[in-house]
């Protein structure tokens, strides 16, 4: 490698040859291995022979001169876009279906509930055939609406749903550019990249944290259970924000506005 500090994608590991590697990649208790190398940059991978298993290990590095070695970790942050106003342009079919959906279920006040959204969303994405999903959970919703909701009704407008459903389409890209297999789910691997696109660029830990939260038994994440994740980050990060008044990804809480960031989000 050559001065990069960001994690590296699959590309990186098909473009460039294998330096050193342990001889045989068995199942064994212990592996152990000697390796002489030119001065240089380097990506060490330590791996487990199954996925999803955590194991120890001792990495020894002996030079003539100081060397330092660090784990390659993001900076956590998330880029923040300003909302698409609504479209003055041609609507696709589907969009018109959600139109009328909407209007049908919120009546004159036009506005919708929890429950209301749960409803709108299912059946619409229900129609979509490229979207594998047993459907929006109510708690998903209510996480939709307490981040779309900017006048602190617990309801949604016509143009709040409008901004979601955007949101919601944009991330459906996403998850469908990722479910190479089209079952539906994407692995714990894809999530990260996933993730990425969508605009977070976290650290190992917390993307461990989303799989223990999100994935399922054979840590693959659907799509409710995607757009959750994306949700609860942007209301996280749009809470953080608020707080740090000054810019510096610090901020001090007390337990009211602590509690009040955790519920927001």
């Known amino acids: 490698m050559h001065g990069n500090k960001q994690p590296m994608q699959k590309d990186f ?16 208790r212990e592996v152990t291995q000697r390796f002489r190398l030119s001065p240089g940059e380097y990506v060490i991978v330590p791996s487990t ?12 590095v002996f030079s003539e001169k100081r060397n ?16 698409d106003p609504a479209s003055t ?45 047993e459907g929006f ?28 459903w955007n949101k919601i389409k944009q991330w459906q890209g996403i998850f469908k550019r ?7 789910t994407i692995s714990s691997y894809e999530m990260r990249n996933a993730i990425n696109d969508a605009g977070f660029r976290l650290n190992n830990q917390l993307y461990d944290i989303i799989t223990m939260r999100y ?17 609860r ?5 749009r809470a953080f924000q608020a707080f740090d008044q000054g810019g510096d990804g610090t901020i001090r809480l007390n337990v009211l506005e602590w509690l009040q960031l955790t519920m927001y989000a």
């Open 215 to 231: 994935a399922n038994e054979n840590m693959n994440i659907d799509f409710d259970s995607f757009v959750s994740c994306l949700v």
């Open 13 to 28: 590991f098909t473009s460039n040859n294998i330096k050193a590697r342990s001889r045989a990649y068995i199942n064994l």
């Open 49 to 60: 022979y199954e996925p999803h298993q955590e194991g120890e290990f001792i990495l020894r």
């Open 178 to 184: 990722y479910d190479f297999d089209h079952t539906g």
């Open 89 to 133: 342009g041609e609507e696709s079919e589907e969009d018109q279906q959600f139109l009328s959906i909407f209007q049908q279920i919120a009546g004159d006040q036009m506005e919708i509930s929890a429950n209301d959204l749960k409803d709108v969303l299912n059946k619409v994405v229900s129609k979509n055939k490229d979207v594998h999903t």
């Open 137 to 164: 959970s109510r708690e998903s919703c209510r996480s939709m609406i307490a981040l779309m909701d900017m006048d602190g009704k617990g309801r949604l407008s016509l143009q709040e749903f409008r901004q979601l």
């Open 68 to 83: 330092t070695s660090e784990e390659i970790e993001n900076r956590i942050e998330a880029d923040h876009p300003v909302p």
């Open 233 to 237: 980050l942007e209301g996280m990060f």
